[in-house]
């Protein structure tokens, strides 16, 4: 195995140790699922920047995750791993993003608005890998990778996401939600809120635990040897390209794919 920064790689490893590096971790709690779909459909959903804007109500509805945000897509030099990353503004109707976007609800409020109460934190802002001289403050990063590893920053929820497969058509999906051993209670307490956002009945993930479902069962129709695909955008995968600035692209997931199929050497 390579040495673990090389393997990780300059591109995606600074955005690592912005949430690692020197810091004491403080662990919160677990969530776990078996979901019934093939263990790659869950990277794939992780590397799929535009899915978030078209499935999930809440972060279309509260501004957690738009197309009409500010976002980066960054893939490492061989397309095995990868960030995405965003900015989040306040949500509300933009008729270029949320027109005939069934899952947008204008009209949808909080009980509770602590859910949402979302506090910046230093560690944040860090110097733009991809743009010297400038700062970069994204408010989610996507982190994956390679082959079963996820690492979430959703606002002030941290998360790590470990895929387990359990044969070609089950996954076990075990969520690991943390902090830093420095928050005071109030930011602990921040962070188990927004917790429930995510994990096996999450008010977003939830989503994604049925989307897989309902794409394996889809695959199942065409039988043992029966291929699908479903394209958006060509077949290119971009790998040691800039990073693309917009999230309507499949490169990440493209990539992930090219590089699994050269591991398994097909």
């Known amino acids: 195995a390579e040495p673990f920064e090389q393997y990780i790689g300059p591109n995606v490893m600074p955005w690592l140790d912005r949430i690692f590096k020197g810091r004491e971790l403080k662990l919160l709690g677990y969530n776990r699922q078996r979901i019934p779909g093939n263990w790659k459909l869950m990277m794939e959903n992780i590397k799929d920047p535009y899915h978030p804007g078209l499935l999930h109500t809440w972060f279309v509805t509260f501004g957690l995750w738009r197309a ?3 976002s980066r897509m960054v893939m490492d030099e061989h397309g095995r791993h990868a960030v995405m990353i965003s900015r989040r503004n306040e949500g509300g109707t933009n008729k270029s993003v949320t027109e005939g976007v069934t899952s947008f609800k204008a009209d949808m409020a909080l009980h509770d608005t602590r859910l949402l109460d979302v506090v910046p934190e230093a ?3 860090v110097d733009d890998p991809s743009n010297s001289g400038t700062t970069i403050t994204p408010t989610v ?5 390679f082959p079963s590893l996820i690492i979430q920053q ?6 790590t996401r470990h895929i387990v497969p359990r044969g070609a058509g ?4 075990v969520w690991t939600h943390f902090g830093f051993a420095d928050d005071t209670e109030e930011m602990t307490q921040r962070r188990l809120r927004q917790a429930n956002l995510f994990g096996p009945a999450g008010f977003v993930s939830a989503d994604d635990g049925e989307v897989i479902e309902f794409s394996q069962d889809g695959f199942k129709q065409w039988g043992e040897g029966g291929s699908t695909l479903v394209e958006l955008g060509g077949r290119g995968d971009d790998v040691g390209q800039p990073p693309t600035e ?11 794919y090219a590089y699994w199929r050269k591991a398994m050497g097909e």
């Open 68 to 70: 009409d945000q500010k």
């Open 123 to 125: 560690w944040w802002t």
């Open 141 to 145: 990063t996507m982190i994956t990778l």
């Open 154 to 159: 959703q606002v002030n929820s941290l998360s």
């Open 170 to 173: 089950e996954f076990d999906f």
């Open 246 to 256: 917009h999230m309507v692209t499949e490169t990440l997931i493209r990539s992930m």
